[in-house]
């Protein structure tokens, strides 16, 4: 029995996916575990939404664009893959909210749109006096009672109001999940907002307390570098490096896993065309929907059957400099849920990431599609770069065509984390641990949508399985 390799299947080729399988190779050859890992990956590539071109010395990002620094297993794993010299931090310049045609600097001090300095507060054209008067009301609030899950948008609208909700905090929570901020989970996504609330009573003098800054030093370190990190030839370069570094005969390329049958103490799983494999453990870094197809026979994962996901779009356009007549000094903005714009966002990409874009060239980057307003991103190319140039132009004077432009499709790619989310990802590890053992789930849609969120999820699923391979291992020789 000893010397019998045990069999681990990775199902779905994306980041978590990607991530897990080499980090079980890693475990495996630093334990002298015999493992025999399997990568299955529905499409013909690895990445999932991380995808990235290069063109005419442009470095162009399909999809996420970038990773928080502070959050360091993105950063660790890069170091992993040989790439630790490629990691480029984005500058710091301004950022902007459109708001009512115009576009307002991001208040200084804000964090997540929360302000934790007075003076620019108060003198941003952003609210109106009644807006700032209901903000302040934060001062004297009591805490919230119930510790139970809420609604981003209830939570932020009872400490700060509805207008800076709406014009500041809204624009940029949502921008992340593509979602709607009165049906996202608190406890899901900023569960630390509660917390500061909890510890400090007034959100805004936690919020200032807890960064235990000074904001002058704060605001010294923040024009010094940036809080995102990518890679010199973009995100994909990640990708790339994991996947040579995997093993000969890993990863299987289209091939979709159609369901999973237990066999005594192991699995089946069975994929499109007959194939099968055999395995003594699972990562399920695939989707919810994909997750309920392929145990649809086990009455289990039944909670995330209704979970919804956004559509979204990306649009990069790519213009010489003098195309844009009237320039902005900053990195981009976002939108203002009440403003007459499809746009959500906008990254002057040339500004944010200067690596990424020739000198004399302008690269621009939008987004569309947010929950409740889909139908654009079932638009044409066409239709769709026009709606967004028409936005575009009622802030910059763009008097050329772009030299080239990318649009791409992400279809119900945006998990959306509604309240109680939490308590259904908690469930479903339950049910998986007991009527599954070996079977874990990692990835977007369960605890975080972000690189490193899912560089996380995978690092914690290697551990639980390498646990349970080696408990298996240990009570097989105990039998014999």
């Given amino acids: 029995m000893q010397g019998e390799r045990q069999k681990v299947v990775v199902a779905g080729g994306g980041i978590t996916g990607l991530a897990a399988a080499y980090y079980l190779q890693k475990e495996a050859k630093e334990k002298g575990m015999a493992l025999d890992v399997k990568l299955i990956e529905a499409s013909h590539r690895l990445g999932g939404k991380i995808q990235t071109i290069t063109r005419d010395g442009f470095v162009i990002e399909r999809g996420p664009d970038s990773f928080l620094a502070r959050k360091q297993s993105a950063s660790r794993l890069a170091k992993e893959a040989g790439l630790e010299k490629e990691l480029v931090r984005n500058t710091s310049g301004k950022s902007y909210v459109l708001v009512r045609q115009r576009l307002f600097p991001m208040p200084g001090g804000s964090i997540m749109g929360i302000p934790t300095q007075i003076a620019p507060f108060i003198t941003t054209g952003l609210f109106s006096p009644a807006g700032k008067a209901r903000a302040a009301a934060d001062f004297v609030l009591p805490r919230s009672t119930s510790s139970n899950d809420q609604s981003l948008g209830a939570f932020f609208r009872r400490r700060l109001g509805d207008e800076v909700v709406d014009n500041l905090i809204e624009p940029l929570l949502s921008g992340i999940y593509a979602g709607d901020i009165d049906q996202l989970s608190l ?160 990254t002057w990409t040339h500004k944010k990431w200067p690596h990424s874009t020739p000198i004399g060239k302008v690269l621009l980057r939008c987004y569309v599609g947010k929950a409740g307003d889909e139908a654009v991103v079932d638009l044409s190319d066409d239709q769709i770069v026009k709606v967004v140039l028409d936005d575009l132009n009622k802030t910059m004077n763009i008097k050329m065509k772009p030299d080239f432009v990318y649009v791409t499709r992400w279809k119900d790619s945006m998990p959306q984390y509604t309240v109680g989310h939490k308590e259904r990802v908690g469930l479903a590890k339950k049910q998986a641990q007991e009527k599954l053992p070996g079977i874990f789930l990692a990835g977007s849609s369960f605890e975080g949508l972000g690189v490193p969120d899912c560089i996380d999820q995978a690092e914690e699923a290697v551990r639980n399985a390498v646990e349970y391979l080696q408990s298996n291992k240990e009570k097989a020789v105990h039998v014999c």
């Fill in 187 to 346: 406890m899901a996504t900023f569960p630390q907002f509660y917390q500061v609330e909890q510890k400090y009573r007034s959100l805004i003098l936690g919020m200032k307390k807890s960064t235990g800054t000074h904001p002058k030093q704060a605001a010294n370190r923040k024009s010094k570098e940036g809080m995102f990190l990518t890679f010199k030839s973009g995100l994909q370069s990640l990708v790339d490096a994991l996947e040579s570094k995997l093993e000969p005969g890993t990863v299987l390329k289209g091939h979709r896993i159609e369901s999973i049958k237990k066999t005594g103490r192991s699995y089946t799983v069975e994929m499109n065309g007959g194939e099968n494999l055999q395995a003594d453990c699972m990562v399920m870094a695939v989707p919810h929907h994909a997750l309920c197809s392929i145990f649809s026979g086990w009455g289990l994962f039944e909670q995330f059957k209704d979970m919804p996901s956004t559509s979204v779009a990306t649009v990069a356009l790519a213009f010489p400099e003098e195309a844009i007549e009237r320039d902005i000094d900053g990195t981009g903005f976002v939108v203002s849920r009440h403003s007459d714009y499809t746009i959500t966002a906008c």
